[in-house]
Structures are given as structure tokens and as C-alpha cells.
């Protein structure tokens, strides 16, 4: 063959070309999504006004008509405040969940690799059987089979005069701050700073001489001693206030609605179970190697797991479980079914007050997604942080 | 030992010597093999016993009329007693539908491997006792609920339909063997059709644990092909087509199935013009399926990244088209790879479909709490004994769907080969 005419070679149809098709698909996609959320769009503006209702988000600004339990807040304020006070509970929920479900979950996840026989098993037993079962269903136990069986509110239980426990509410000793407590505040941090300094110290101080450093009991002595001195200096501007039964009220101390602990203990067992199946998935994931290692250089056995094998383990572990800590963050929602005030429930009590659906639905979801894709980017910079150089 | 006398050829051959622990020994090692131990056995079996103490009090003193009184109410909800012949009907058609597609099933597998010059290894009905005692159980346990012998002849007349239409299947032609979703359709078609036609009842009145298994094997069978089709679309090679699905996938992974609920009760019905509106069982169903299609693309997209691109490779050198190589040579693979993260996403499905409730579809949990409203079962902490009954539904069937996931694993030696 020698040199050919390429002006005469039959390129396929513009219908075959690769690069044609590629490009089609692509535009087809485009429009088939556009033109759908168009027709939508379009039918949604139609049935809000044949409803009656606004097309935008003027109402956020309307009296919402929503009570909450246990609060003072004004059913006349506007919809974007309750809201707002929904989100607040849901933050509630997922910052005092969190810490628990971590603590519980690590620990029964630790428990079923345990060589004692019957902590194995019990762990293994409250993971199966948890796992398996609704979390809503939990909730709605949790509520009725547990909280809702406390002493009614006109007759609570009183242990040790510390708590006032009724089915409705739940008031333990909280700390109270009078004047000065901000500059105890200050005193605080401060103390906090000069702990930190004295913990470096004590860590050069190991790396140097090989001595124990002991940097955790240093930083917290130097931490106590500066607070307590500050505290008498300041005039004892912190007390304990504990709660005081006044017929069926209750002054002082802090509490919570009974609806709270309740999704709050469900959704931390329900978690806590999974967090486990974690734990122990990422405890088995470290080579056996490095235990054998750490047991033929005479670690202790808490030594092997403090040194050697959660710092591995840690790795592994940490990106599922945040992704439980979301997945508790969304699972909070679950709180509509026993009426606890959080934001799903105030969305849902809105729509009730005659507020469009879609837009407040919308809202709700961007509430969620913001949170969620914050959470997730975190996790990926984190993840690539914690991965093995060289890997 | 004694090496000197046993060659290493003889030592191999020797059977192992099986040693019985002697229970003081195996106490020794397993419960108290240092303080702590002791003292972590003690403590735990303290509780434990304290717990099984308090169960068996529970239990012999709880007061199951309550149960006995609206076993159909969990069950069915308020379908209406004098159309209940088409429900068992329809649980007829599916009990002969499951057997008929198992047999057929089993004998595909065997004539692939008769083909292949394949040894083909049948399991006989010890192994499906061994697989689903538990449900067996769970039947038997609701029908221990029953006030008539009606409800257990019925269960009976299942039973028998089952087996003979297993047996049936024995004698099915090849071309249906071959075409065994055609079984598939016909029951899903036979059900509807049971449930529905002439006069019947509309999927307005399915409620009860009926409803929630509905809505888990519909749900999982429209949101697994939508899954699929995300996650081939996330790992697409247009931008367009790419970004779409990502958005879609990451947009509903965000949200709460709660959300999604919401919508489809209150908000859908605005995108539709108002002369064509569907039942709340319908738009909650497609709530469902979208959201839970984004977590099913995703177990898909693990699997799509775990087979190793040589595959690819070696699929196209031999000359398959695109599409073939992601049928043939692909997906096989990385759908076998995520067997387990797939069935956990339906168990998780199935848990999800109780949430139905709090937009007003009544399943399970909602007759459950119904019925412990009912003036003579009201206030009297009844919570306590039907939560936990409506609760093992649901434990048994996630039980066995993560088994039969594992069994499926193993069988198919994922990480073995």
C-alpha cells in the first residue's frame, strides 16, 4: 500500500463519530433533568397559587402558631425562629449523643474481642439483637416502656435529693455562674494555656532524660490548682444549683423533656452497636504481626492496645465512624414520632399551621445537607491526612 | 514427641488427636484466667442472670389478650374482613410464585453445570430448615396468637401450595428454566391481580406487617436497577451524565428518610397537576425507592472499584462490546464483591419501612400503637409487651437476610478466589 488519498477515506456518518454521540448523550441528559425540574417548577408555581399559597419564602416572616414544650418560646414569633429553635434542639440531641455513643460503642466493640467468654458473648448479643431492630421502634420503647413509666409530675422521685424525675421532665444539679464568672472564665483559659505549656515541658522533659513524663497528672494539677485559687479569688462566682420541687414546680438545676432522653438513649444504643461492629471490624483489620510484635518486646496488655493497636486501628476506624455520626445526626429526626421539638417536627407542625409544604421541606433538607456534606468534607481532608505516607 | 520413630510422611497422616477441654479447664481459660477476669465474670454474670430473671418473671406474667385481640389488625391492618379471602389468596400465589422460581432456580444451576461437565452439588430440605427455621418459628408463633383453627388450616393450605408447586416445577420446559424471571412476573402480575381485581382492594387499604413487607420487596426491587444505573452514571465517562448523578446520589445521602417522607405526603402531590393525583402508597413507595437507590448506587460503586481494571482490559481485547463487558465480565464480579453492604442496605430498608407511620400509612408499628390506645387496653404499659412483639418481626427477618448474605458469600468464595 503506498501513501493513500486521505480525502478519500470514508470517515463513518456524523451519527457514528464517537465524539458526535459523546457530546448528544450529554446535551439528551442535560435536557431530559432541566426540562423535568422545568415541568415541576412549573406545576408547582400553578398548585400554590390555585392553593392559595405563596410561591416564595415571604411567609418565613408570619407568626409560626407553634408551641414548643418546655420553653418560652412565643408562638407568635416568626416561622424562621422556630426554626431556628428546632435546630438548636437537633444540635442538642447530636452533641450530647455523640460522646456517649462513642464511649458505649467502643466499649462493647472492645468486649466482643474480650477473652472472657462471657463478656464476648453478652457484647455479641447486644449487638445482634439491637442491630436488627428498627431504630423508631427502639425510640418508641424507650418512650413508652421506660420514660413514660417514671412517677407522674405531680408526684416525682427525688434520689438523693439531687434529681426531680417525673415522666414529663427530668432535672438533675447544674452549675450556676453569678457576676465574676466571666473572669473565672479567663482565669480558666489561662490556666488551660499554662497546663498545656507544662505538659510540653514535661514531654521534652521525658524525650531528655527518659524519665516518665506524666504530663496528663501535671497539666491537670497545674489546671486545678490555678482554677481553684481563681475561684476563691473571684468571690465563688460558681454554685451548684440543685433543682427544688415547689409543688409542680421545679426551680433550679438544669433538665430536659422526657421525649429528649428517650430518642436520646434509643438512638445511642441503636448507634452504639453499630459504632461497635466498627471497632471490632477495625481491631481485627491490624496485622496479627503487630501484636506478636508488641508481646515479643514485653508490652503489657494495656500497653499493646494504648501503643500498638488502637493508634492502627484508629485509622481504619474513624471514617465509618463519623459516617455513624451522621447517620445518629439524621436518625435524631426520627424524635417527630414522640413529639419532641426538633426541626423536623417544627417543619412538620408548620406545614400543619397551613404553611407551603415544598418550600419548607426544602428548607428542611438544605438544613440537613448543609450539615451533612460539612461533615462529609471534613471526613475526606481527614482521610487524607490519616493516610500511611507511601500507601 | 517421639520424632525419632515417626517418619514426617507418618506424623502427617496420623489423625489429629482430638482432645475433649475438661469444663474446669475450659472455666480456667475462658471466665477466670486472671483477676480481672474474675472479676469482670462475676460482675456480668450477675447481670445476666439478673436479666434472665427478669425476662422470665416478664414473661410469665405478661397479659397477651391484647395480642390475641388484634393479631389481624398487626397483620393487615383494616383490610376489610370480608375481603380477607384475597389476601390469603395472594399470599397463595406468592408462597407458589417463591417455590416455582426456587425450583427453577436450582435447576438452572444444574443444567449450567451439566453443560459445564460440572459436579452439581444439591441441597436437600435439611439445609432449607437449617436456612429459615427462624421465620418457620416466627409463623408458628403468630399462629399460637390466633383465636380460631382458621388461620392455621390456611397457613396449612400455604404450606401445602408451596410444596406442590415446588414439585410442579420439576416438570417445568427449558425455555422457562432459561426465562425464570417470566415466573416473576406472572406472580407479581397473579398478586395484583388477587389482591385487586373486581372489586378487590386497592393498595389504599394494604396495612399492616402486610404492608411493610410490600413496600421492602418493592422497594428493593425498583431502587436496586435505579442504583444500578447511578452508579454506572457516577462512573461514567460524560461530565454531564457524571455530575447529575453525583448531585443526585450526594443530594439524597444528606438528607434524613424522613425528609424524603415528608415530601412525598405533602409535597408531591404540588408537582402533579391537581386532576391526576396518586395514593400516599404510591408516593410514599417512590420516596422510598429514590432514596434508598442513592445508598444502593453507591454499594454498587464500591464494587465497581473493586474489580480490577485488567478485566476490563482483557474483555475488551477479546472484542466485547462496552456493554457486554459490563454485563459479562464486570458487574458479576463487583456485584459479588459487595454482597454483604448490598443486603445490609435492604435490611436497612426493610427497618426504614416503619417509618411510613409518621406520615399516616398504617403498618406495623402504627397498628401497634393503635391498639395500645384502645379503651380496654389503654394506659395499662402495654408498650411494653407489644413493641417488643412488633420488634422480633423485624429481628427475624433482618436475622435471615444477613445469613443468607453471608451463606450466599461464602458460596460464591468472595476473597477466596
Known sequence: MTATDTSKVKRPPFWRNIRVIRVALQILAVVVVVGAFLYLGNNLRNELIAKNLPTDFSFLSQPTGVTIADSDFDPASPVWRALVAGIKNTFLLVIVGIPFLTILGTLIGVARLSTNWLVAKAAMVYVETLRNIPPLLIILFVFNAVILQLPPPRDPATPLDWFVISNLKITGPWVVASAGAGALLIIAVIALAAAAIVAVWRTRYSEQTGQHSHRALWGLGVFAVIVIIGYFITGRPVAISFPVLDGRVITGGFGGLGAYFAVLIALVMYTASHVAEIVRGSIQAVPKGQTEAANAIALSGFQRLRYVILPQAFRIALPPIINQYLNFAKNTSLAIAIGYAEITLITFQTIGNGYPAPQLILLLMGAYLIFSLTISLFVNILNRRLQLVGN | ?417
Not at chain 2, 502427617?12 to 481459660?29: F, Q
Not at chain 2, 393498595?203 to 426491587?221: E, R
Not at chain 2, 459479588?336 to 426493610?350: D, E, T, Y
Open chain 2, 1 to 417: 514427641m517421639d520424632a525419632t520413630t515417626t517418619s514426617p510422611a507418618e506424623r502427617v497422616s496420623a489423625p489429629p488427636i482430638h482432645r475433649r477441654t475438661p469444663p474446669g479447664v475450659w472455666m480456667k481459660k475462658n471466665l477466670f484466667s486472671n483477676w480481672y477476669n474474675s472479676v469482670l465474670t462475676v460482675v456480668f454474670g450477675a447481670l445476666i442472670l439478673w436479666v434472665i430473671y427478669a425476662l422470665i418473671k416478664y414473661l410469665i406474667g405478661v397479659d397477651t389478650e391484647i395480642i390475641r385481640v388484634n393479631l389481624r389488625l398487626y397483620m393487615a391492618g383494616r383490610f376489610p374482613s370480608e375481603q380477607l379471602g384475597r389476601l390469603w389468596g395472594a399470599i397463595y400465589v406468592a408462597t407458589a410464585t417463591v417455590a416455582f422460581f426456587a425450583r427453577a432456580t436450582v435447576r438452572n444451576a444444574q443444567m449450567k453445570a451439566t453443560e459445564a461437565g460440572l459436579d452439581f452439588e444439591r441441597s436437600d430440605w435439611t439445609d432449607v430448615v437449617r436456612r429459615f427455621w427462624p421465620i418457620a418459628a416466627l409463623i408458628l408463633f403468630t399462629l399460637s396468637f390466633t383465636e380460631t383453627i382458621t388461620p392455621t388450616l390456611l397457613t396449612l393450605v400455604a404450606a401445602a401450595i408451596g410444596l406442590a408447586a415446588y414439585w410442579l416445577g420439576g416438570m417445568m420446559p427449558t425455555w422457562l428454566i432459561r426465562r425464570s424471571w417470566l415466573i416473576l412476573v406472572a406472580g407479581l402480575v397473579g398478586f395484583y391481580a388477587v389482591l385487586v381485581a373486581f372489586g378487590g382492594v386497592g393498595w389504599d387499604l394494604w396495612q399492616g406487617f402486610f404492608v411493610n413487607i410490600v413496600i421492602t420487596v418493592a422497594g428493593i426491587s425498583l431502587a436496586f436497577p435505579l442504583g444500578l444505573m447511578l452508579a454506572l452514571g457516577r462512573r461514567s465517562t460524560l461530565p454531564a451524565v457524571r455530575v447529575l448523578s453525583v448531585t443526585y446520589i450526594e443530594f439524597l445521602r444528606g438528607v434524613p428518610m424522613i425528609t424524603l417522607l415528608l415530601m412525598g405526603a405533602f409535597a408531591l402531590g404540588f408537582l402533579i397537576p391537581g386532576d391526576f393525583q396518586f395514593s400516599l402508597f404510591l408516593r410514599l413507595l417512590i420516596a422510598i425507592t429514590l432514596f434508598q437507590s442513592a445508598y444502593i448506587a453507591e454499594v454498587v460503586r464500591g464494587g465497581l472499584q473493586s474489580v480490577p481494571k485488567g478485566q476490563v482490559e482483557a474483555a475488551q481485547s477479546v472484542g466485547l462490546s462496552p456493554w457486554k463487558t459490563m454485563r459479562l465480565v464486570v458487574l458479576p464480579q463487583a456485584l459479588r464483591n459487595v454482597i454483604p453492604a448490598m443486603v445490609g442496605q435492604f435490611i436497612s430498608l426493610f427497618k426504614d419501612t416503619t417509618l411510613v407511620f409518621i406520615v399516616g400509612l398504617l403498618d406495623l408499628l402504627r397498628a401497634v400503637q393503635i391498639s395500645t390506645a384502645q379503651p380496654e387496653f389503654f394506659a395499662q404499659g402495654l408498650e411494653a409487651v407489644v413493641l417488643p412483639f412488633a420488634a422480633l418481626y423485624f429481628w427475624v427477618g433482618s436475622f435471615v437476610m444477613s445469613r443468607e448474605s453471608r451463606r450466599l458469600e461464602k458460596k460464591l468464595g468472595v476473597g477466596t478466589r
